[in-house]
């Protein structure tokens, strides 16, 4: 129960709670609690500067102890009528603020573990070849991408100009990307660094991962094709990662864990999870011009976030505070459950037919793409993951 008077089907209720930084006309950028339709001041209510620098860098440092000390009293503030004069002026309306950024990110890591994904690019830029590679299976691909620009949502898409050579082409010729393009993912927020040397094992994911948003690697598909071969994704991705600006604690998503699906090559000890349940039963929607054209579901994913972050220091790698590692392109098995337009399309050759009577195979430029994401909550009710927005601009 709660003081608020929060819509039933709000997707930040009390159980949800995820944190960004916002501004207000006038004063500078602080930590904020999404609340129903408002946003709660925690620098203001809490008058503790780790909530005034204007990234979620400094409080995600602090650890588990830290983050779950914040949660309790953020429940016991909206829960407990006593508390209500103290929180109250602190709330601000949702529509009245500007949010920012929420993480100063640090290194950011793309990977690639959503199966019938894989399969399907395979296909598409390997045809001739099977599927999957040979090592699929039996560790998290991945690649180091551009922190520099991954950015808030809304920030404008503008068309990424580049080489493109398609196979018929004799030479490659310069200009905007025509095969640009969308991929749904999620992200995971590390807040607790690790040393130089010294892995991360599966079991100890909550120990450093505070939290997750969502994440559209736009893409562009022509480009990419052309420069990948042989050291992987390059300037066909790193014009422009977007991100959500509410990044939910793992914490709100205890209900939404679930078994990973069934493996069928027996896993490295290092990668061995079935002590971890890290499978998150978050259900993605994908708009393009409003109209829902995918509803990729993350569950079925091969690789989870905790294998992933495991994989990804096996090596001694060091995470920092602010990396942000994402969980490749989420595709399910139908064909309504693809995360990207080359897959929904068929690399071009079925156009998706939209409502306004318009066809699209790639993205045009004004088009819109806005990704969400609910996730089952503790009593039946469902969490918001925001949603992570943009719109495609003509090249520069
Ligand atoms: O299979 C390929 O050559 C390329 C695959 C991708 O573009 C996917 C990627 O960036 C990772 C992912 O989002 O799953
Ligand atoms: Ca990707
Ligand atoms: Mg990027």
């Known amino acids: ?33 999404a609340i129903g339709d408002a946003v709660l001041d925690l620098a203001a209510v809490t008058g503790d500067p780790v909530h005034a620098t204007g990234t979620l860098n400094a409080f995600l440092a602090q650890g588990p102890a830290a983050w779950a000390a914040v949660r309790a009293r953020l429940t016991e503030w909206f829960t407990d009528a006593w508390h209500r004069a103290t929180v109250e002026p602190h709330l601000v309306p949702r529509d009245a603020v500007t949010l920012h950024l929420p993480i100063d990110v640090a290194d950011y890591v793309d990977f690639y573990s959503s199966q019938h994904h894989a399969e399907n690019l395979g296909r598409m830029f390997r045809p001739g070849s099977p599927p999957l590679t040979p090592n699929w299976k039996h560790l998290p691909i991945g690649y180091h991408g551009r922190a520099g620009t991954v950015q808030l949502s809304g920030t404008p898409v503008v068309r990424p100009s580049g080489q493109r050579k398609a196979p018929a082409d004799e030479v490659p010729t310069f200009g905007p990307s025509r095969r640009l393009d969308i991929e749904a993912e999620v992200g995971f927020v590390v807040g607790v660094p690790s040393r130089l040397g010294e892995p991360v094992p599966v079991g100890a994911f909550t120990e450093h991962v505070f939290g997750v948003c969502l994440v559209n690697d736009w893409s562009a598909r022509d480009l990419q094709a052309w420069e990948y071969v042989p050291l992987g994704p390059f300037l066909g991705k790193s014009f422009l990662t977007s991100v959500s600006p509410w990044v939910v604690p793992l914490a709100a998503l205890e209900a939404a864990r679930t078994d990973p699906p069934l493996r069928d090559e027996e896993l490295l000890p290092y990668l061995d999870d079935r002590k971890e349940r890290w499978s998150l039963n978050l259900q993605l929607e994908v708009r393009l011009n409003g109209a829902i054209v995918s509803n990729p579901p993350f569950a079925p994913l091969y690789w989870t976030p905790a294998q992933q972050l495991a994989h990804l220091t096996v090596n001694g790698a060091s995470l920092r505070t602010g990396d942000l590692f994402a969980s490749g ?3 399910g098995p139908e064909r309504n459950q693809r995360g990207s337009l080359i897959e929904l399309s068929e690399n071009g050759a079925e156009p998706l037919a939209l409502p306004d009577g318009t066809t699209r195979t790639f993205l045009e430029d004004g088009d819109v793409v806005t990704i969400s994401a609910t996730a089952p909550g503790p009593d039946g009710t469902r969490l918001s993951l925001g949603e992570v927005t943009g719109r495609i601009e003509p090249v520069r």
Do not use: E, H, I
């Open 329 to 331: 392109t989420v595709s």
């Open 1 to 33: 129960m709660t003081w608020l008077d929060l819509s039933a089907d709000t997707g930040f209720g009390v159980s949800n709670l995820p944190y960004g930084v916002f501004s207000t006309p006038g004063a500078a950028p602080r930590t904020g609690v």
